[in-house]
């Protein structure tokens, strides 16, 4: 987003994160501003949310983003989730055209097995597999097996709330439409009562869910 800061227009980032209390319910658990999304100022929000209270985070959903990781690894202590979405569209982008279908259903596959072992399995079948044509794509798999296939370590009923970020896309969404017709804020404490009163009144629409913290970021130039 674009603030003025003795007397310069300057770009700064927004975060929110939103968790899953234990009755189900998503719930927007706070937001900061920085001047960028770098490994210090992620690792001080979730700071910020611990001293306030948040414990017992077993899974934090993001982009593959290692700022992110490297934070919640110093401050929480859990377990990274790659969200499944952003990784199939890099993915897909190794395919080709004429190769996306069959690697999305590849992909499949492994989503659909029982078992975290099983899953494993197919995923490192399937990178063998494409790995003599689409050797990009196989080390692709190969570096994010772990992080992309994390849900999977959880309950059956859980795992569809898990893997991806969608439900806070949906909201940095709504933030970016609402702040786009501003522009330019005078100062950051614009940026806080605007961005706020759109995450109080998100967050009584939120519905039930099931197990996990996701975290994003939105600084106006990535629409994740």
Known sequence: ?????????????????????????R?????????SEAEPFRAAFLRKLARRGLRGVKLVISDAH???????????????????????RNALA???????????????????QNTPEAARQQWRQ????LRPKLPKLSALMDEAETDVLAYMGFPTPHRSKLHSTNPLERLNGEIKRRTDVVGIFPNEVAITRLVGAILLGQNDGMGRATGSLSHAGNDGADER
């Open 1 to 25: 987003m674009k603030v003025r800061q003795n007397g310069r227009i300057v770009s700064v980032a927004v975060i929110v994160a939103v968790g899953v209390n234990s009755d189900g319910r």
């Open 94 to 112: 190794h395919a080709g055209k004429s190769g996306r279908r069959v690697v999305s259903a590849f992909m499949a596959a492994a989503f659909a």
């Open 126 to 129: 399937v990178a063998d597999q």
């Open 66 to 88: 290692e700022g992110i990781k490297a934070a919640v690894s110093k401050v929480l202590s859990a377990t990274c989730q790659r969200c499944r979405v952003h990784f199939m």
């Open 27 to 35: 719930e927007v658990l706070g937001l900061d501003i920085g001047p």
